[in-house]
């Protein structure tokens, strides 16, 4: 009985790092992501007004595809490194 609870505390700590980096991977691609589309897109474009990028100021550029841009390379960032995390930590579908 005592070596079934202490693989069930192993199994426990092993989650909350599991899950401890997860969370704090879809953390930073949330504020990575809300910086480029709120942030570069609306709140600073007046800034970004006078840097042109393909015949249009960066701002509008961000608002229109940068934005979609950053949220794919976010979307394939987090495929990867899930798969990594889930090898790291054994639970890899492979």
Not at 30 to 57: C, E, K, M, N, Y
Request: no cysteine.
């Amino acid at each position: 009985m005592s070596e079934e609870t202490t693989n069930i505390a192993q199994v426990t700590e092993r989650d909350k790092g599991y899950w401890a980096a997860n969370v704090r991977m879809i953390l930073i691609s949330l504020v990575i992501w809300a910086l480029v589309s709120f942030g570069f897109g609306i709140v600073l474009r007046p800034v970004l007004s006078g840097i042109s990028v393909g015949g249009t100021d960066l701002g509008f550029w961000f608002a229109q595809q940068g934005s979609i841009i950053v949220f794919l390379v976010l979307i394939f960032f987090y495929a990867w490194r899930m798969n990594r995390l889930d090898k790291q930590y054994g639970v890899d579908e492979e």
